[in-house]
């Protein structure tokens, strides 16, 4: 205790240089660990509101202004844990005003103060911040593609976000997560439910955390991550090797629904070299992607000799080395079926 203290000035440059619109998802997931069965978001140019409607409204009037203070670190199923989000958006106001139950706490250049209310539900974030009409813009974009959860009602600008169509649901995904043990916080194994959505008209496949986008992807769909998604400072992104793994999870489900156009995508390709996929799912994928009979390029006489024998032969530069590797695994090499077929 007492070891620190905080630059206002320093936090609030920092908090400033975040994008507006992830700093409004940090209320709006705020409102939805708290249960609340309706959230509305409403932007203009000299600032923003959030409202909710959750029961409790914000318990403990220190989750307002204690930087790292947060009352849902033990459970990997809520969105936040870092104690960060609403404070940053706050720290990136000129003024800020949050009303919740009982409690309506002010900031602005006098400093912070506290005051009772009559408020009896929910809680209403009032932010002064002025912002250019491209940066709404892009603001109310990213907040319209989170996925509400069924029965929650969120609204940007006085339209609803319509909750996409789900394509599938993936239970019990072994992935990495976020779970804090004896005041420790580390990276654990646990099954997590993956879901698969439709992305709305003009919407780019997201890869999300219980609704919250995270991070655009080449995947055509979002997927929905049902707990805590370990990210990288400043929170914009996951790790590389666990989109992968999520991807992986994906390709492993959906490849006896895909086309080949579809197989033939950088994101298949990128698992596939990259990822131990399993060989079952390395077999439909060449029966889908190359006709029968392939063989993989080797010698230029072996190559020749194949094609005579009937063979498709797969030019290596067709594919990235890792991609080659793993299709050894299932296809054999030109030479290797040329010196078969002589044997035979």
Same mark, same amino acid.
């Given at each position: ?10 936090? $609030? ?20 660990? =708290?249960?609340? $069965? ?11 509101? *959030? ?18 203070? $947060?009352?849902? &670190?033990?459970?990997?199923?809520? !969105? ?7 404070? @940053? ?5 000129? !003024?800020?005003?949050?009303?919740? /139950? ?12 506290? @005051?009772?209310?009559?408020?009896? #539900? ?13 940066? !709404? ?52 194994? #646990?099954?997590?439910?993956?879901? *698969?959505?439709?992305? !709305? ?8 955390? /219980? ?26 992104? %996951?790790?590389? #090797?666990?989109?992968? %793994? ?29 990822? &131990? ?6 077999? %439909? ?8 009979? $392939? ?6 006489? =072996?190559?020749? #000799? =194949? ?6 032969? *797969? ?18 090499? %030109? ?8 044997? @035979?």
């Amino acid at each position: 205790r007492s070891w620190f203290e905080i630059s206002d000035d320093g936090w $609030s440059r920092l908090s400033a240089s975040r994008p507006l619109g992830r700093l409004l998802l940090e209320p709006v997931q705020n409102a939805l660990d =708290a249960g609340a $069965s309706s959230v509305t978001v409403e932007l203009d140019e000299n600032g923003l509101v *959030v409202e909710d409607d959750a029961e409790a409204g914000i318990a403990d009037e220190r989750l307002v202004y204690t930087l790292f203070l $947060s009352d849902k &670190p033990l459970d990997p199923t809520r !969105r936040g844990r870092m104690g960060r989000g609403l404070k @940053e958006l706050l720290a990136a106001a000129e !003024r800020a005003t949050v009303h919740t /139950m009982g409690s309506t706490i002010t900031f602005d250049e006098g400093g912070r103060r506290r @005051e009772s209310n009559t408020r009896t #539900r929910g809680t209403r974030i009032e932010v002064q911040r002025r912002s250019s009409p491209e940066e !709404r813009a892009s603001a109310e974009a990213r907040v319209r593609t989170i996925i509400p959860p069924a029965g929650v009602t969120a609204r940007v600008g006085g339209r609803p976000i319509r909750r996409p169509r789900l394509v599938l649901s993936l239970p019990g995904t072994d992935l990495e997560t976020v779970v804090v043990e004896a005041g420790v916080e580390r990276a654990a194994m #646990r099954a997590a439910r993956l879901d *698969v959505f439709a992305p !709305r008209r003009g919407e780019q496949g997201h890869l999300m955390e /219980m609704g919250i986008p995270i991070e655009p992807w080449n995947v055509p769909w979002h997927c929905d991550v049902d707990q805590r998604v370990p990210l990288g400072e400043g929170r914009a992104s %996951a790790p590389e #090797r666990y989109v992968l %793994a999520v991807k992986a999870a994906l390709l492993d489900a959906m490849v006896h629904r895909l086309d080949r156009r579809d197989l033939r995508a950088d994101w298949v390709q990128d698992v596939i070299a990259r990822w &131990p996929v399993r060989s079952t799912l390395l077999d %439909a994928y060449v029966s889908k992607v190359f006709p029968r009979g $392939s063989v993989l390029g080797g010698g230029s006489r =072996a190559n020749d #000799r =194949a094609r005579q024998l009937g063979a498709h032969v *797969v030019d290596p530069g067709a594919v990235s080395h890792g991609a080659w590797m793993a299709l050894g695994r299932v296809l054999e090499t %030109a030479d290797d079926f040329v010196r078969r077929r002589a044997h @035979e």
